[in-house]
């Protein structure tokens, strides 16, 4: 070998450390950021599936983003599945970890039950839901049979779609946020929850005034990575609804695909897919400043 | 006083009781309806009773449709056996060389040393903000770029490394291992390899178990990736062809059922004898991340 002589031993061992890490590298590189370069190229032409790269549209595809109708409804129906979603979850996925925080055999079988759920495959949840829901024979029509109340349409229904998916999906969820407030409450010290005893605080005050301030960053967490994931919702409405009725369950990331696939359209997919994503890493920065202010 | 204490623990045990239904009763709905005659399932459903999930009939002519043993699985073109082998081969595979792969990325991070070392982890690291199903559609225009749609490859080469997985097993590395092992077996000639094989890894066991298993479940459960990456109903995984053809229709609730009891079960079970393992990985998520 030639080269031996100008490769000293130093260099020879920063490059076999090297080699550990270039595989990942190489996979982040070719499946995480290339993916972004070739949305924002395929955003600025007219390009399909079928017909390949064709005339260079510029900014086209932007804006006709501002005059597309849909595009905002889907925007406005990502953001009410939002809404209806993490808040709830959060709430209840914190009562829950309240409730079954001592460790016994009855809190046991209960917390393997919630997570149960969450190792499931969402399209599989998606098609059990949707036949619970379905409006003639569904397992929810017969509970409100036994209830006495009338037949309820609710994948139907323009009002009750997206709460109903929304439902299913805190329903999944849920065991997702409560692990991570288990293990948050797990982390405060006993000494606190004794000395307010001592000081004659009830339960909500001790709620108020220790649990909740001392879970705040990890609230946060949830909040964050609940809304990210959130926002990104396509499973459900794939299988329950189809975007319906009326779009009044087509989210960004069905309408995404809806443009790419169904419309063959993968130039406008893509600039909406590209303004999705610099949506989400302004939410993600904001609320990083907002933890971290918070610290 | 003794009177009262009975009273709570009632109460508790009706609190339990009712969560556990919520959250189990789709699962118990499903399996008990897959191992019933088909015409029992709508008949039963209302009014609410015990036989509105207990089966009369009991058989399993709806796996055995969905599996394609009979005339009637096979005319309908069911072949659920070869869907869920791939759904095993594909998310086998990932695990495998995630184990391999980011191990030996972490261990680079974690014990290392490198020039400008911290600029690769944050190139790393920021591709925790890239959203995941809305560049799904991108991610679909380079695997076709590389000729890959349709393939196996498709649906592992993706996710053979996963900066999670890297991120957790670094916490994992610097955590547990004193850094005079490494240097001792290093004075000792032992090469990176051999010490990441016989120092690091020895150690890291709770973070790879914890790992693989995150990971097994993050490939048996994708389902739009899969969705667009194949169209080959051969190759394709479970979920799909499941929401393909029993999802759209649903004129047969029992191969539904059937079909879901399928996909379900692998990874509940699993879930169940490795509980700790998987509480750990996402309670780690939360408290250190």
């Known amino acids: 070998m030639v080269t031996s002589n100008f490769v000293t031993w130093r260099q020879k061992r920063l490059a076999l450390a090297f080699l550990f890490v270039l595989p990942a590298l190489v996979n982040f590189a070719v499946f995480r950021y290339i993916p972004i370069y070739k949305a924002i190229v395929a955003s600025l032409y007219q390009y399909s599936l079928l017909g390949g790269f064709g005339e260079f549209v510029g900014l086209a595809h932007y804006l006709r983003m501002l005059d597309d109708a849909v595009f905002w409804r ?8 939002v809404l209806y979603k993490v808040p709830l979850q959060i709430v209840l996925s914190l009562g829950l970890a309240l409730l079954l925080e ?63 998916i929304a439902v299913m999906m805190i329903w999944k969820d849920i065991g997702f946020s409560f692990i991570v407030f288990v293990a948050g409450l797990k982390g405060i010290p006993e000494v606190y929850y004794e000395a307010a005893t001592v000081d004659g605080a009830n339960p909500w005050q001790i709620l108020r005034s220790i649990t909740i301030p001392l879970l705040r960053p990890i609230m946060m967490f949830v909040i964050v990575t609940q809304t990210i994931f959130s926002f990104q919702v396509f499973v459900p409405v794939y299988q329950m609804s189809q975007g319906g009725p009326l779009d009044s369950t087509k989210v960004i990331v069905y309408y995404i695909y809806q443009q790419g696939f169904r419309f063959q359209d993968m130039g406008y997919a893509s600039a909406i897919s590209v303004v999705t994503l610099v949506l989400l890493l302004i939410v993600s920065w904001v609320q990083m400043r907002l933890i971290r202010t918070d610290e | 006083m003794k009177l009262q204490r009975r009273f709570t623990i009632l109460g508790q045990l009706l609190v339990y ?44 002519e709806s796996y055995i449709t969905v599996m394609g043993w009979n005339a009637t699985g096979r005319a309908a073109g ?36 490198f020039p400008k070392k911290s600029w690769l982890l944050m190139f790393v690291l920021a591709t925790f903000l890239i959203p995941f199903e809305a560049t799904m559609i991108p991610l679909y225009m380079v695997i076709r770029d590389l000729h890959l ?63 693989a298993l995150l990971e097994f479940q993050f490939i048996w459960n994708l389902f739009y990736w899969p969705l667009i990456a194949v169209s080959d109903r051969t190759i394709q995984v479970l979920p799909v062809v499941i929401a393909g053809t029993l999802g759209q229709t649903q004129q047969y609730w029992g191969r539904t059922f059937a079909g879901s009891a399928l996909a379900t079960l692998p990874v509940v079970i699993i879930f169940l004898l490795l509980q700790r393992y998987y509480v750990q990985g996402i309670a780690n998520t939360g408290v250190k991340g």
């Open chain 2, 78 to 113: 069911y072949n659920f056996g070869r869907n869920m082998l791939n759904s095993f081969f594909v998310s086998t595979a990932v695990v495998v060389c995630s184990l391999l792969f980011n191990t030996m990325g972490a261990y680079f991070f974690a014990r290392l040393r």
């Open chain 1, 74 to 81: 889907s925007m406005q129906a990502t953001g009410w599945y």
């Open chain 2, 149 to 211: 749609e349709n393939t196996y490859w498709a649906l592992i080469v993706p996710w053979y490394a996963s900066p999670f997985v890297i991120f957790s097993l670094i916490q994992f590395m610097r955590e547990s291992i004193p850094y005079e092992l490494d240097e001792a077996a290093l004075m000792d000639g032992a090469g990176l390899g051999r010490i990441l094989w016989s120092i690091i890894v020895p150690n890291t066991i709770p973070g790879l178990v914890t790992n």
């Open chain 2, 17 to 60: 009781t009712i969560l556990a239904a919520i959250f189990l009763m789709p699962f118990i709905w499903i399996v008990l309806g897959s191992v019933r005659a088909e015409n029992e399932i709508l008949k039963y459903l209302a009014p609410l009773s015990f036989r509105t999930f207990v089966p009369i009939h009991w058989t399993v």
């Open chain 1, 102 to 164: 001592r460790q016994t055999t009855g809190t046991a079988i209960v917390r393997s039950a919630i997570l149960t759920p969450m190792v499931t495959s969402v399209i599989i949840v998606s098609i059990i839901w949707s036949m619970m829901y379905h409006s003639q024979n569904g397992l929810f029509q017969s509970v409100l049979m036994a209830l006495n109340l009338p037949k309820m349409a609710f994948l139907s229904d323009v009002n009750r779609a997206m709460p109903a």
